[in-house]
């Protein structure tokens, strides 16, 4: 049994669901912000509750940002011949930390994998299409991770891509087999881009 | 006696400088300091000597010795379970000293965790730090037995001279089961986007011609390295890869041609691989024979002696042409390996392991059996759930 009441419980089981939060660190979570109430918690629950309220996924390329479209869509200063097609929002925030990349962005929001049930059509792929398909776009870079997962989108959004007029790259492969973008540092990264070749 | 230019390798060669256990199988705990010769473990049976290299085993890639899951190997007494478990070493590896350990994960206990360093890692790196071969009682059924055996005993030969095989061959694994769920839902009538089926097969065509090529290269220079060997106390086998793949690339085909004519194959086979709810052509499928050379006979053929003679004879040849190509030999596992040999195998064995300067692991039910090693190994004896060394300067 638990010293904690139920709200304290329901406290630490919903901060374990969260990514690197074990029930021990969770319960060291609960802990601090009920210590830190002034602090730490009641700032953090009205930066969750207008979070909640305010962000949401750009309609355009998939970022989440307050904004739709959201500011890296809007900056003028962007390149708008390169999309960079992404996974995740988290592989967006990597690239955009090392700073490789100044042309726009396109988040897929997963990879395809027939033994999770994501397919084609749980993708932002119609969209992918339509924007290469604009007379702008010369090239669609393909950033995904190295995984057979990552590997297979890959292949299937450039079999999809073929017949626009548009070159296909993928980066380079220093990105380690199995690895995931979110975790590489920044010179990879960058290395990476630099080098990238057609898919 | 130790041999001098067997010396000269040591310093390099992978090999555990200290191991500790907590709740490993019957080890309560346990702490032993060891140096870079051989081990040779001795003491009753059941007493915890394979309980011991699995716990080595554990720090290479895979699961091991006994292909056991993180629960199995947690320790069990009257009173229950014990709430972790954990292996930790330091090693010497290619790349310098390092620690390894690997345990119950927390938050997740019936999960596995490995660090290096203490930060988390990958297979590869493993692989390719903490190479390692093993012989376990099980192999000795390796030619009569099962195909896929055979093919897993010859993927981890492989694998401890090419750290990238076992991702090459999880990752062909993995879009084969891709491909399968597609053709499964297909065959049932449901419509699937053919370009992600070649998607999958693009990526399996990628990743199967390089894990048969890795194969193919490991086979020439195993075979090479068994042909220009001196007479042994081992057999000689002449060995043979049968595979759709590793066929062509052994007769020189370029690997790019090989890839696309394996990407229409795949498509050819759709089909016919969605009706069987299995693929039926691929590298998975590949099969390895060896004949003993000198009787001429299929190894599956030869008397469960000479069986283990060749097996035996493979492992030390692929050390040594391991030790051959990256410089230093990988850690191997020997479990019961002496026990049904005559004394001039024994003999050959022993020195066989000392000119490689390899970190070998032997077990036997008594000391009697390590003999031949002379003062080369450190023996250590193991008696229900603890391993004391024998101190040698005493
Ligand atoms: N998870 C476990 N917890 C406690 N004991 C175990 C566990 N798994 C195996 N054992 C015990 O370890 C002993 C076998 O050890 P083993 O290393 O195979 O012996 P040997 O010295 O003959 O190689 C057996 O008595 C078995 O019951
Ligand atoms: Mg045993
Ligand atoms: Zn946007």
Redesign the pocket.
């Known amino acids: 049994m638990s010293a904690a009441g139920p709200e304290i419980e329901r406290l630490i089981q919903l901060l374990s669901r969260l990514p690197g939060l074990g029930p021990r660190s969770a319960r060291r979570a609960a802990l601090q912000m009920l210590q830190k109430r002034d602090t730490v918690m009641r700032p953090l629950a009205e930066a969750l509750a207008e979070a909640a309220d305010k962000i949401k996924a750009c309609s355009t390329c998939g970022n989440l940002d307050v904004a739709d479209p959201c500011a890296v869509c809007s900056d003028y200063r962007r390149d708008d011949k390169i999309i960079c097609v992404v996974e995740t929002v988290g592989d967006l925030w990597a690239l955009e930390r090392a700073g490789a990349f100044k042309g726009r962005y396109h988040v897929l929001g997963g990879v395809l994998s027939a033994l999770d049930g994501v397919g084609p059509e749980d993708l932002n792929l119609a969209s992918l299409i339509e924007r290469a398909r604009s007379d702008e776009v010369r090239e669609v870079i393909l950033a995904l991770n190295a995984t057979v997962d990552g590997q297979t989108t890959a292949h299937f959004i450039s079999d999809k891509l073929a017949n626009l007029s548009v070159d296909i790259t993928t980066l380079a492969r220093g990105v380690p087999v199995g690895g995931e973008l979110d975790y590489l540092d920044d010179g990879t990264l960058s290395a990476a881009f630099r080098s990238r070749r057609p898919a | 006696m130790i041999d001098e230019t067997a010396n000269a390798n040591l310093k390099s060669a992978p090999g555990v400088t200290r191991l500790k256990l907590t709740g490993?199988?019957?080890y309560a705990a346990l702490d032993l300091t060891l140096d870079p010769r051989p081990v040779a473990?001795f003491?009753?049976?059941?007493?915890?000597?394979?309980?011991?290299?699995?716990a080595v085993s554990f720090l290479g890639p895979g699961r091991g010795v006994r292909a056991a899951g993180a629960d199995?190997?947690?320790?069990?007494?009257a009173e229950g379970?014990?709430p972790i478990w954990a292996v930790y070493a330091e090693a010497m590896t290619v790349e310098g000293p390092v620690s390894l350990a690997t345990g119950s994960d927390p938050a997740e206990p019936s999960r596995r965790k490995t660090r290096l360093d203490g930060a988390a890692t990958t297979q590869t790196a493993l692989a390719r730090l903490f190479p390692m071969l093993w012989l376990t009682p099980r192999e000795d059924r390796l030619w009569a037995g099962p195909r896929s055996d055979r093919m897993r005993f010859f993927d981890r030969l492989v694998l401890a001279g090419a750290p990238d095989h076992g991702s090459e061959a999880s990752g062909y694994e993995k879009a084969q089961r891709e491909r399968q769920r597609l053709l499964d839902k297909q065959y049932e009538g449901a419509r699937v986007d053919p370009d992600w089926l070649n998607a999958l097969e693009a990526e399996m065509a990628a990743r199967g011609v390089a894990l048969a090529a890795a194969r193919v290269d490991a086979l020439a220079r195993l075979q090479s390295e068994i042909d220009a060997r001196p007479d042994t106390a081992f057999p000689k086998a002449d060995l043979e890869l049968e595979g759709l793949l590793e066929a062509r690339l052994a007769a020189g085909e370029a690997a790019g041609v090989v890839e696309d004519d394996f990407i229409l194959t795949l498509q050819d086979a759709r089909r016919r691989d969605g009706a069987a709810g299995r693929s039926l052509t691929g590298p998975h499928r590949t099969e390895l024979s060896a004949r003993h050379r000198e009787k001429d006979q299929l190894a599956a053929d030869c008397s469960t002696g000479e069986q283990k003679a060749l097996v035996l004879g493979l492992a030390l040849a692929q050390a040594s042409a391991i030790a051959r190509v990256r410089g230093a030999a990988p850690v191997l596992i020997l479990?019961?390996a002496c026990a049904h040999l005559d004394v001039a195998r024994r003999e050959g064995l022993a020195q066989g392991l000392l000119d490689l300067g390899a970190q070998a692991w032997l077990?036997g039910?008594e000391a009697g059996l390590f003999e031949a090693f002379g003062e080369g190994v450190q023996r250590v004896r193991?008696e229900d759930?603890v391993a004391t060394r024998l101190d040698d300067q005493g």
């Open positions: 490993f199988r019957n473990l003491g009753s049976n059941g007493a915890g000597k394979t309980n011991l290299v699995e199995a190997v947690r320790r069990r007494t379970h014990d479990d019961e077990t039910v193991v759930g």
